[in-house]
């Protein structure tokens, strides 16, 4: 079976400038998660989707981070405008459903570097 | 104070070593989970607990849910468990995964 997918695995930018993210999920899986990892902590929950709706976006800081999941499977994070403090790694998750017995499985992340 | 405390923080050990990592939580949980992460790599589910003890391999991860508690141990310790091991509770006011900092583990051959 294969995992969950994220491109790129590494992306350097100015601060100011604008990226994007790209996840796939494990096929099937109806929940889709992004958290930020900065280093040394914790990942931390920016968005929660079930199939193409948000359930949980409390932490994404809407002012610059925008997420997607049109078709309910593929999903796109952007960041625009790119601060400094936005170095971290950006990882996406799935699951089959919601709620603490649904297994996560994570993709490889995307390390973004702010400079 | 962070909602999950791991301790210790940096770990080294020696091959073949018995390794405990523990977890301590403030909040009410549903269920427990212990990850790894290696370098570069993403993060893997070791175990998901909501009471006693799971084994698998040479992992055995035990929680006291009276003592808000969770450990995990690994049994003949090898370099290529070098990872940082990370706990997560499910529960809280937001009902959602609230991530440990980790334990950096390093085992020299």
């Known amino acids: 079976e294969a995992g969950v997918a994220q491109s790129p695995r590494y992306k350097i930018i100015e601060k100011r400038q604008s990226v994007a993210f790209w996840c796939n999920p494990i096929?099937?899986?109806?929940?889709l998660y992004w958290y930020q990892q900065i280093l040394g902590q914790g990942p931390k929950l920016l968005i929660q989707f079930q199939n193409n709706g948000v359930v949980d976006d409390s932490q994404l800081p809407k002012d610059r981070f925008s997420a997607e999941r049109l078709k309910g499977v593929d999903s796109t994070l952007k960041i625009q405008p790119a601060k400094l403090e936005d170095s971290a790694v950006y990882l996406c998750?799935?699951?089959?459903?919601?709620?603490?017995?649904?297994?996560?499985?994570f993709g490889p992340g995307t390390r973004l570097t702010v400079l | 104070k962070n909602e999950v405390e791991q301790s210790p923080q940096n770990l080294t050990a020696q091959e073949g070593e018995f390794i405990t990592i523990n977890c301590s939580y403030s909040?009410?949980?549903?269920?427990l989970h212990w990850l790894q992460q290696h370098p570069g790599g993403g993060i893997v589910s070791l175990f998901m607990?909501?009471?006693g003890k799971k084994k698998h391999g040479r992992l055995i991860a035990t929680i006291n849910i009276q003592e808000k508690h969770s450990s995990l141990h690994i049994t003949a310790s090898h370099p290529r468990d070098s990872a940082v091991y990370i706990c997560?509770?499910?529960?809280?006011?937001?009902?959602?995964?609230?991530f440990g900092t980790g334990t950096l583990l390093a085992v020299q051959p």
């Open positions: 997560a509770v499910y529960g809280g006011a937001t009902n959602k995964l609230i």
């Open positions: 909040v009410g949980i549903s269920a």
């Open positions: 607990l909501s009471s």
């Open positions: 096929s099937g899986h109806a929940t």
């Open positions: 998750a799935s699951s089959l459903g919601r709620g603490e017995y649904n297994e996560q499985f």
